[in-house]
């Protein structure tokens, strides 16, 4: 008997071997790479098939087939302490507020719907609903495929956008908000996403800049409005920009200057507690600043919509795109550079 998964048969057509690309088959509870000189097998596991290259990837097989805890759960707390936290969420203000993401994601949506009727959009990190991201999830002519790298709410792949699980050309869109700091090799996963998007297929990425460390060992990278763009160089820009900014990095930077002081957990969450309370209200200096240039060199995090290109954006191309506010210090010393 065929183990039932989540994903349809129209997705589950689109899908390769994470390994060597080749052709999946779906057999009794797992998925069977079709390539004889690969024969990988990859399990389902309540109905979510498991596409994880081992050789390359911080994750194995065995993680998800025995349920351990990966980057999702590990930062969900159990016991009294999880339930105070969880109502202490609901209750207190958040020092976080992503300005733009719900205005641009319609934009996005809008995009995809003019290039194609019914559009299949890739979520990376995709187990919870992004900022945002909820105003578009609701359009039926819009199928999304959310996977992570954990067993979350939204769950239906798990796969690792290092090598991902999609045949070449085949995806409309592709999402992934507060994902690639995540990741330890940023440049190959977007190699990746632009692998699978068809021909003027769009990406859809949100990146922080000024961020402390925020899942513990699973936090590697961050960005400048240049350094990102440079990122998605084999993308044409359609717009980017900051979606948080400096309201927003100094509630931060208030609140770890004080986590700072301790390791002990309830000490931390008490921290957390009264930082929340204390500055949540310098995220609204946002609304005023978002889009001034200065933002641009202080912004807690950037955006860009990007469409697939043959061409790749050079670096000589690149610094000329430099919108900050410090554009006369960089031309006082652009000669220094040539």
């Not at 067993?151 to 239906?156: K, N, Q």
């Not at 995806?171 to 090799?185: F, K, N, R």
């Not at 900050?324 to 210090?329: F, I, K, M, N, Y």
Request: net charge neutral; aromatic share 10%; hydrophobic share 40%.
């Amino acid at each position: 008997m065929q183990t039932r998964i989540r994903i349809n048969n129209e997705v589950l057509q689109r899908l390769c071997c994470p390994i060597c690309h080749s052709k999946l088959e779906l057999v009794s509870d797992c998925l069977k790479c079709l390539n004889p000189q690969c024969k990988a097998s990859f399990p389902v596991v309540d109905g979510i098939p498991i596409l994880i290259n081992e050789s390359s990837s911080l994750f194995n097989i065995e993680d998800f087939v025995h349920h351990r805890s990966t980057t999702y759960q590990s930062i969900s707390q159990r016991g009294l302490l999880g339930k105070i936290e969880r109502l202490a969420r609901k209750l207190l203000p958040a020092i976080s507020h992503n300005i733009k993401a719900r205005q641009i994601f319609s934009k996005f949506a809008e995009l995809l719907l003019e290039q194609n009727e019914n559009p299949v959009v890739l979520i990376l990190g995709g187990s919870i609903v992004g900022q945002g991201l909820k105003s578009i999830l609701s359009l039926s002519s819009i199928q999304f495929v959310e996977t992570d790298v954990s067993f979350g709410p939204r769950t239906v792949l798990v796969c690792d956008a290092h090598d991902i699980p999609f045949e070449d050309g085949t995806l409309d869109g592709v999402i992934l908000q507060s994902v690639l700091e995540h990741v330890v090799a940023p440049d190959r996963c977007v190699e990746e996403i632009h692998r699978v998007l068809k021909d003027e297929g769009l990406v859809y990425a949100e990146t922080p800049f000024m961020q402390q460390v925020h899942w513990g060992k699973y936090d590697f990278t961050r960005f400048t409005y240049l350094g990102h763009r440079r990122l998605f160089r084999k993308f044409s820009e359609v717009c980017s920009g900051a979606v948080a900014g400096p309201g927003m990095v100094l509630a931060w930077s208030y609140q770890y200057f004080f986590l700072s002081l301790t390791k002990a957990k309830l000490a931390r969450k008490l921290i957390k507690a009264f930082a929340m309370l204390s500055s949540f209200w310098l995220k609204y200096f946002d609304y005023i600043l978002i889009d001034k240039p200065g933002t641009l060199d202080a912004a807690s995090s950037y955006y860009l919509i990007g469409r697939k290109s043959n061409q790749v954006l050079s670096d000589r191309e690149l610094v000329d795109l430099y919108k900050g506010a410090d554009r006369e210090l960089v031309d006082l010393h652009k000669d220094d550079w040539e």
